[in-house]
């Protein structure tokens, strides 16, 4: 079956492609992007507000719910383009990490819990110290939370450019948003929508 459609369509879903039909042998497929929200299996990440209260139980807390993510399968098509997700457990395996966007940070990656010097760094306690270098605060994930208006966001800017030059690369092809797991979150539902619109606009210079 051919596609019938250059438009990009998004559905909520969960666990199957979205959009248009796969080509028949010899056409063009389309492109895929897929979005992943966090599996409803997992229980939500503790509040921000406890790395304040009582560090210790916040880790403990978060390292319990990143292994329960990190056995929930990505089943992810090995021909992804690129995946944006609130998961934070790592890159899925197989995948190119710059075709990838962990939306809401990386559980191996820390900041200061001021946000010192916009900066983040991969998580080894062994050697870090469980200290900021720059002001000797505590450290965090490098992981937005619920209500968080302390992370670092712009540490996840060269990812975001590569998406919207992948972006920019196949407008006016067909392309699918593949969507798992999006219920509740906003953020991504809103980036969904965002993406379905931007798909849709002509090529620049057309
Ligand atoms: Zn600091």
Redesign the pocket.
Known sequence: MIAESKRPVVCNGNARWIGKPMAACGVQLPVRLALIGWPPAVEPLPPVSLWAESPAEAWRLFDERVACLALQPWDLPADVAFVLTARVDGLPQGLDPRCWLPLRGRADWVQ???A??RRVWRRDLSTAGFC?P????GLRPWVRFARDSGWIQAANAGAENRLWEVVERIRGRGVELWCRDLADDRTLLRLAERLRKDLDAKPSGV
């Not at 720059?134 to 605060?137: D, K, P, Q, R, S």
């Open positions: 200061c819990v001021h010192c010097g900021c720059i002001c000797g605060g």
